[in-house]
């Protein structure tokens, strides 16, 4: 037999058998969103405009996420634009659709340096008047909502960069401690809300982070109350901070909870399968940051959708930062998050396959190599397993890590090689050797 193989032609030995990765019938065995993070006791949310909750976005809201915050419904210019004339509407239909969903309200914001009513920002206000303005706006919009929201974020980005505080209306005309009365007032407004401090570039350990960190130390020391910590997580691909998990476990070691309360994550446009398999990652490891830490309550999107995110309008020529398409068909990145909550891994469309070739043979060895190809799917780690029937052994691999024991090989993607694009392939090779006869294998993804 030996013999009769070895005087083979190289073409006949090049022979291949794909197999089909997880061909989707149509997930239906997906669970959503919100079931993964209810089984995790976890928040999955997403910021929502009132005025666009109805067909499919109200669809995707209500079936996916466990929490919503009013984008922009309950910031003071909204709420009050002229002096002592409320507007709730938008508002309102957000904690009722909430409420008739059976989800959670995070309350956004009370206390920030933007988006105030001009005659609000643009007055001349003594410290007592607008200690007065600041203490009515939180029991007036809170007290309208009393009982009914889980989460406010009392005070929002009241950092600069560098850890010094903003120079906010709030901060020039009351100092620090606008904070600590701001979250005072907050808890007589509505003792059963959880009250947050939220800001941006706070993700990762770092000047501004270290002080939101000591000023959580100094509140909780002084008795003021103060539940959480929110982190913005408005991020750039690729750009997770690596003390990510670290940051949140040192917030939460202070005996506040952490929520990821705005995450997006942008790229440069267009969006191509290898920067939404990046994307994809990217959130997954933001995910798996606040599912490793207990005092984690979750996190929110900003957004779930391209076509409604604020980033493009703000960076130019950046955006596709949400888990959904423009036409809310869910990304790499939606998947990511399923999986990082405890979900299965089905691949959105179409399929990845592995080819295995025989591509030379002499009397005891031969070279091998499998070829993985995506259509209409992507990858971000892989790994190929077959069995050998007849004895064959690998002894040498290129481009993959190849372990065998037994009859059984695996073989995983090295560091540089686990993303496979949409339309694009990856190929490892590896050298083995048989008696009597080398059959190929069906190789499976896994
Ligand atoms: O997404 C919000 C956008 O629609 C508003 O125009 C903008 C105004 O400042 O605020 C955006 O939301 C911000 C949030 O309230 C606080 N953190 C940063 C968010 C993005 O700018």
């Given at each position: 037999m030996r013999s009769l193989r070895t005087g083979l032609s190289l073409a006949s030995l090049v022979t291949g058998l794909a197999l089909l990765l997880g061909a989707p019938p149509a997930q239906a065995a997906d669970l959503p969103l919100r079931d993964l993070a209810d089984a995790k006791n976890k928040v999955i949310g997403t910021a929502v405009a009132g005025s666009k909750l109805t067909g499919t976005y109200a669809e995707i809201a209500a079936r996916e996420f466990n929490a919503v915050t009013p984008e922009n419904a309950m910031k003071w210019g909204s709420v009050e634009p002229t002096r002592g004339t409320y507007n709730w509407a938008e508002a309102d239909r957000i904690v009722d659709f909430a409420e008739a969903n059976g989800q959670q309200v995070r309350g956004h914001t009370l206390v920030w340096h933007s988006q105030n009513p001009s005659w609000l920002a643009n007055g001349a206000w003594t410290a007592a008047e607008l200690r007065q303005l600041m203490n009515s706006h939180i029991a007036t919009t809170m007290g309208r909502y009393q009982g009914r929201l889980a989460t406010w974020d009392v005070v929002n980005e009241a950092f600069n960069e560098d850890g010094t505080y903003r120079q906010s209306l709030w901060y020039n005309g009351l100092g620090t401690d606008y904070i600590a009365e701001a979250l005072t007032a907050a808890r007589a407004a509505d003792p059963s809300a959880k009250l947050y401090i939220n800001d941006y570039n706070v993700e990762g350990v770092n000047a501004k982070s270290t002080a939101m960190y000591n000023l959580v130390r100094s509140l909780k020391e002084r008795g003021v109350p103060i539940d959480g910590v929110?982190?913005?997580?408005?991020?750039?691909?690729?750009?997770?901070?690596?003390?990510?998990?670290?940051?949140?476990?040192?917030?939460?070691?202070?005996?506040?909870?952490?929520?990821?309360?705005?995450?997006?994550?942008?790229?440069?446009?267009?969006?191509?399968?290898?920067?939404?398999?990046?994307?994809?990652?990217?959130?997954?490891?933001?995910?798996?940051?606040?599912?490793?830490?207990?005092?984690?309550?979750?996190?929110?999107?900003?957004?779930?959708?391209?076509?409604?995110?604020?980033?493009?309008?703000?960076?130019?020529?950046?955006?596709?930062?949400?888990?959904?398409?423009?036409?809310?068909?869910?990304?790499?990145?939606?998947?990511?998050?399923?999986?990082?909550?405890?979900?299965?891994?089905?691949?959105?469309?179409?399929?990845?396959?592995?080819?295995?070739?025989?591509?030379?043979?002499?009397?005891?060895?031969?070279?091998?190599?499998?070829?993985?190809?995506?259509?209409?799917?992507?990858?971000?780690?892989?790994?190929?397993?077959?069995?050998?029937?007849?004895?064959?052994?690998?002894?040498?691999?290129?481009?993959?890590?190849?372990?065998?024991?037994?009859?059984?090989?695996?073989?995983?993607?090295?560091?540089?090689?686990?993303?496979?694009?949409?339309?694009?392939?990856?190929?490892?090779?590896?050298?083995?050797s048989w008696t009597g006869s080398n059959p190929v294998p069906t190789v499976t993804l896994g």
């Open positions: 929110g982190l913005q997580a408005h991020l750039i691909l690729g750009q997770v901070p690596a003390t990510l998990q670290q940051n949140i476990q040192r917030f939460a070691d202070l005996g506040v909870d952490v929520a990821i309360t705005e995450l997006d994550i942008r790229m440069t446009l267009p969006a191509d399968s290898a920067k939404l398999a990046q994307q994809a990652a990217d959130y997954r490891q933001v995910l798996n940051a606040c599912v490793a830490v207990p005092r984690c309550v979750g996190a929110t999107v900003w957004g779930f959708g391209d076509a409604d995110s604020w980033v493009p309008s703000t960076f130019p020529g950046q955006g596709a930062a949400t888990p959904y398409d423009e036409g809310y068909a869910p990304k790499p990145a939606y998947h990511a998050i399923a999986e990082a909550l405890g979900g299965t891994t089905t691949p959105p469309t179409g399929a990845c396959t592995a080819t295995y070739s025989v591509v030379n043979q002499w009397n005891s060895g031969f070279t091998g190599q499998v070829r993985i190809a995506c259509d209409g799917a992507s990858l971000s780690s892989w790994k190929a397993n077959w069995t050998y029937g007849a004895g064959q052994q690998v002894t040498q691999a290129w481009n993959a890590t190849c372990t065998q024991s037994g009859t059984a090989v695996s073989c995983s993607n090295a560091s540089y090689n686990g993303t496979v694009p949409d339309g694009g392939s990856v190929t490892f090779g590896f050298n083995a």
